[in-house]
């Protein structure tokens, strides 16, 4: 009996300590309201509450230091804070400001942990959910523009083509690497570019291949959808305009066991009957649908442990994956209209998962994210690779699910400084490891007409496969060390390496026969490469609103082995070496008038040596890399937002880019190109962007707010090939919106390309073309509970 009482007294004591190590605060707004529901959230931590209706919140137990907390609700302007825990005798109260009379505080990912954007040394364009929505952006092909020096495009397929600041995706290995809740999203064939479900996108201009290693040559686009927490979050939202527009995507957050367990599903469906006309049989042309969902299972052992399951799904159909005309004329001449007689459904099905453990601790803090990705991707039906009705060249791939399965596992390893530290030293070690494998296997059918493109035979095809397994590792650190309360630098080296393996074959196949005969007997071929990735910068806040910075950044694209192709000067299993960029930078970031304007610049030179120039190979339609010369980057961007009077908002952002090549040689179809003094490759050489809205409530109807936006955008001069004869002059394209909302509904009418601008979004160095999208409308919905 006296052991069960020693017991009873030890327990009570120890709940006792625990309820009295817990920290609380309120919340209230400028006149000294309670604000219920807002959340709370220790940045680089698990924790997250939320305020009752007196405003009042409690901070579980959590190892005592200097904390950074960002805080929002809906109505009010998100701002951060330090937070020194344990509390002093004064109580903690934090004050909120509408969002009508101050700009949200913005936190970033750019160092792999949560930052203000205005104390990160690196020039970002950040976006948070309300500018997701605002933009209406549905695909990451749709911040181009908005992100000044970023272009993206697609031949009609989904692959996007990116580029930032002069430096672009050639080949199937991305220049600018996309990351999704942390993931790298490891080739062009494995990401997700659908954009639903959106908490917040980070664009991270220049190499950042320190921290993010391979493919992070032009920058890095980081994607972070949203958590679950402990409160029930549902929404449903409907779109519909023309083309046969139909978009829904359902919502849903709640806790299973408050505190411990929590479930997040989103599911999108989107429909649309394309854009194009195919004269060929009179019928639209790029018709497609697709359902992509998001699932999340967070378990929290307690404030210091954490376990994140995460799955995303892509199910693409698309009749008529590639919109183009023969050439730029033709597509200007006639616009939305072409002549196809092979019309190819592609099935396109993504799937991503990842696991991810994370420890917050007084002595350091450790993640490790362990993501395997999967693409399957092939055309139901030949797909017309001469652009014409005439039987002459089609592409097949519908070889089984053995081919054209693209398979990746990764694993990432971080420790880093603790969250809480007031040490003036910071820092992080990590490690990366994937594993890749892409076997593919396409034909190139010569039809009835064939004799047109020059062959000597008709009705036969040629089969080349190609398997390619990848592997690698990399191990980086990196240090930043307060000089002062205004001084700071830092540095930073990552190593990479990576090996290389391809087998490649050939198949001659005439039509109606199971056996052909040899064109390249099985030859396989190794290669592997070392990268050192070296960072270094230095800071000086002249003021808590002034931010002046100074860096060097090095990035590196993989290097790898060449496809099988027909061309003859292209030889197979050829090694291409990884290109490296040298970015030199100088940026000032400054907000004013209380957070009411924010004014970020910053000026670049960029050098890039062993340029991976990409050659397509017709009729082959396969792309082969080769190292080719240098390019010089240089320009500056400069991006405002402020919010003029009370509801009105404006946002300007201005890029230019002057990249050219400074020498090189091109051999393609037997012929050379010189690349000297050619200008790079989909880079305008000028983006701007204006947004206005306005915004408030409406008189005479109470609870109801309304908004009107326009958007301005400027695409300066570019060009689709080398030698610099594909051309698209500058254009401009105007968008705008009006909606009103009320309670848990709002509603608003959208209009794309109102002036119906005619441009070339993306062409082949050969000439056929795609159009970008023409003047759209439509209606949008939406329904949610919190």
């Not at 080739?187 to 220049?206: A, N």
């Not at 690698?472 to 001084?487: M, R, V």
């Not at 290669?527 to 950044?553: E, G, K, Q």
Request: hydrophobic share 35%; glycine share 8%.
């Amino acid at each position: 009996m006296k052991k069960l009482t020693v017991i009873v007294l030890t327990l009570f004591c120890f709940t006792v300590s625990l309820a009295q190590t817990k920290y609380s605060g309120t919340v209230r707004d400028e006149k000294g309201n309670p604000v219920n529901g807002a959340t709370i959230h220790l940045l680089n931590t698990e924790v997250s509450v939320i305020s009752n209706e007196t405003g009042l919140f409690n901070f579980p137990i959590v190892p005592n230091g200097i904390y950074s907390a960002e805080i929002s609700s809906v109505g009010f302007a998100r701002i951060e804070r330090k937070i020194q825990l344990p509390l002093g005798v004064d109580s903690l109260i934090i004050t909120l400001t509408p969002s009508a009379t101050q700009l949200d505080a913005v936190v970033v990912t750019a160092e792999k942990q949560e930052l203000n954007i205005q104390n990160v040394p690196v020039s970002i364009t950040a976006l948070s959910t309300r500018d997701i929505q605002a933009y209406r952006l549905w695909a990451s092909k749709d911040l181009k523009g908005i992100v000044s020096n970023l272009y993206a495009a697609d031949p009609g397929d989904g692959r996007n083509v990116i580029s930032i600041r002069g430096i672009t995706s050639t080949s199937y290995d991305p220049a600018v690497v996309t990351y999704i809740d942390g993931v790298p999203q490891f080739t062009l064939d494995t990401y997700i570019p659908q954009l639903f479900d959106i908490d917040h996108i980070d664009v991270l201009k220049g190499p950042q291949g320190t921290l993010y290693g391979r493919n992070a040559m032009g920058g890095v686009i980081n994607i972070f959808t949203k958590q679950p927490d402990d409160q029930v979050h549902v929404s449903f939202e409907l779109s519909s305009g023309n083309y046969g527009l139909e978009r829904y995507a359902l919502n849903i957050g709640a806790p299973i066991v408050k505190g411990k367990l929590y479930l997040g599903a989103a599911i999108l469906y989107e429909a649309s009957d394309g854009y194009y006309i195919n004269d060929f049989n009179n019928t639209n042309f790029d018709r497609q649908y697709r359902t992509v969902d998001n699932i999340y299972l967070k378990y929290l052992l307690n404030p210091k442990w954490s376990f994140t399951l995460n799955m995303k799904n892509l199910w693409n159909r698309n009749q008529g994956a590639f919109p183009l005309d023969p050439t730029i004329e033709l597509a200007l001449a006639n616009p939305f209209h072409l002549d196809q007689n092979a019309i190819g459904e592609m099935v396109d099905n993504s799937l991503n998962t990842s696991l991810q453990v994370r420890y917050t601790g007084a002595k350091m803090d450790f993640t490790s994210l362990m993501a395997y990705q999967s693409n399957y991707r092939y055309y139901k039906a030949p797909v017309d690779g001469d652009f014409s009705p005439l039987d002459i060249i089609s592409i097949v791939n519908d070889y089984g699910k053995q081919w054209n399965n693209v398979n990746a596992w990764t694993e990432e390893l971080r420790l880093s400084s603790p969250t809480a530290s007031a040490s003036p030293l910071k820092w992080a070690l990590g490690s990366y490891l994937f594993l890749q494998s892409a076997p593919n296997k396409q034909g190139v059918h010569f039809g009835a007409d064939a004799a047109l493109a020059g062959s000597p035979d008709s009705n036969y095809t040629i089969i080349n496969t190609t398997k390619i397994k990848n592997k690698g590792l990399a191990f980086y650190g990196q240090l930043e060390y307060a000089l002062s309360k205004k001084f700071a630098v830092a540095g930073g080296l990552r190593y990479d390496y990576q090996e290389s393996n391809a087998e490649v074959s050939g198949l001659y196949l005439p039509d109606g026969s199971t056996v052909g005969f040899p064109t390249q007997a099985d030859t396989s071929g190794k290669t592997n490469y070392h990268a050192l990735t070296p960072m270094l910068s230095v800071s000086f806040h002249a003021s808590d609103n002034a931010h002046i910075y100074a860096s060097y950044r090095q990035g590196y694209r993989t290097g790898g082995l060449t496809q099988l192709s027909s061309d003859p000067s292209q030889p197979p299993l050829y090694p291409y070496q990884p290109e490296y960029s040298n970015n030199y930078e100088v940026g000032f970031k400054s907000n004013y008038f209380k957070n009411r304007f924010h004014a970020n610049l910053a000026f670049f030179y960029n050098t890039v040596t062993d340029v991976q120039v990409p050659t397509l190979i017709l009729p082959d339609a396969i792309t082969v890399i080769k190292n080719a010369g240098e390019l010089v980057s240089k320009g500056f961007e400069v991006e405002l937002e402020g919010l003029i009077v009370k509801g009105l908002q404006v946002t300007y952002h201005f890029g230019y880019t002057h990249a050219t090549y400074s020498s090189g040689q091109l051999s393609s179809n037997g012929s050379e190109v010189s690349l000297d003094g050619k200008q790079q490759l989909f880079t305008p050489d000028m983006t701007s962007m204006l947004a206005v809205e306005y915004s408030g409530a409406l008189p005479k109807l109470i609870g109801v707010n309304g908004f009107i936006r326009g958007e301005w955008y400027y695409f300066g001069k570019q060009y689709f090939d080398l030698s610099n004869t594909q051309v698209q002059s500058s254009y401009q394209i105007l968008n705008t919106s009006v909606g009103i909302s009320y309670s848990f509904f709002s509603i608003s009418v959208w209009m794309r390309n109102i002036t119906n601008a005619r441009y070339i979004a993306y062409a082949y160095d050969f000439g056929a073309a795609r159009l970008g999208d023409p003047y759209n409308y439509g209606v949008s919905m939406k329904f949610r509970i919190r």
